[in-house]
């Protein structure tokens, strides 16, 4: 069993941060449970372009408020505490907070830890750990 509690991972080398997010990786690759779970915060007032070209996504708000928009068709999507969005199909978009929004998160395949999005917003995918 893996029992872990966020204050654990903040401000270790399972934290990665960025201008616009943190992410708390609470369940990585090497715990071989063939997805990773986040606790991550995007900063209010930011924009984040992101495009998982390698991974999909699934992301649950527990709280806070902002919107999705994706590129390809311009929609917009309000995000609020109870909203799920799942990028099945890679979708490339921008995540845009009005309130700190804390998200959690699960993506397929599990990310090792040391991912940060490269300038398109991608996610390399690392094979090894």
């Known amino acids: ?13 399972n934290e990665t941060k960025a201008d616009t ?20 915060v995007i900063y209010a007032g930011t924009e984040t372009h992101i495009w998982y070209q390698n991974h999909l ?16 068709d311009g929609k917009v999507y309000p995000i609020t505490d ?3 969005y799942a990028l099945n199909e890679n979708d490339e978009h921008y995540l ?8 959690v998160c699960v993506f397929n395949p599990p990310l090792t830890g040391k991912e940060t999005h490269d300038e398109n917003g991608v996610y390399p995918l690392i094979e090894d750990e």
């Open 96 to 103: 845009r907070a009005t309130k700190d929004m804390r998200m």
């Open 21 to 40: 997010w943190a992410s708390r990786r609470m369940l990585l690759k090497k715990d071989k449970m063939g997805f990773s779970f986040h606790d991550t």
């Open 1 to 13: 069993m893996i029992v872990r509690h966020l204050n654990d991972i903040i401000g270790t080398e």
């Open 82 to 84: 109870g909203t799920m």
């Open 57 to 72: 996504e699934a992301v649950y708000c527990v709280a806070g408020e902002g919107e999705i928009e994706t590129v390809s």
